[in-house]
């Protein structure tokens, strides 16, 4: 099972990914088997060296009862203290954001892997647009 955030690769240009574990409540783990997960609009936040993932959707699992989950509740992701400053220092710089690129399982875990990204400009995404065009016709 693999999530992607298909609208990270094309609103942003992906300098560098890390992969990092998410803490999970109840009945998170079953939707996430389950494939109901979507990383549209998410993002991460870093506040009192901590890393979030603000914004990702986690549907309600259909069998659970009252230990059900929040579908959009900020959720903390496992990083080592170093790799939350480095995070921390290549997101402060101008025009940089942590955006989930994927989200899959590894050896029965859950795992985020998050980009490093900058923001692309209209005429990038219009050179994207192009791109993918062109490899449509010739494959």
């Known amino acids: 099972m693999e999530v992607v955030n298909k609208k990270a690769k094309f609103d942003y240009f992906i300098e560098k990914e890390i ?9 998170e783990i079953k939707s996430i088997r389950k494939g109901s997960v979507d990383l549209k609009d998410t ?9 979030y993932i603000i914004n990702m959707y986690i549907a309600k699992y ?12 900020e959720r903390k992701l496992l990083l080592h ?10 997101s402060s710089k101008n025009g940089y954001t942590l955006i ?17 990204c ?3 400009k209209n005429y ?5 647009i192009k791109e993918r065009d062109l490899k449509r016709l010739e494959g």
């Open 43 to 51: 993002y991460v936040r870093i506040k009192n060296n901590e890393a």
């Open 19 to 27: 992969e990092c574990g998410i803490v999970l409540t109840g009945t």
């Open 118 to 120: 900058k923001g692309k």
């Open 81 to 90: 203290k170093k790799e939350i400053l480095k995070l921390a220092e290549e």
């Open 62 to 73: 259909d069998e659970g009862n009252i230990f059900n989950h929040d579908e959009r509740r």
């Open 124 to 128: 990038d995404k219009r050179e994207s």
């Open 100 to 116: 989930p690129i994927r989200c899959y399982l590894k050896k029965n875990l859950a795992k985020i892997s998050v980009g490093i």
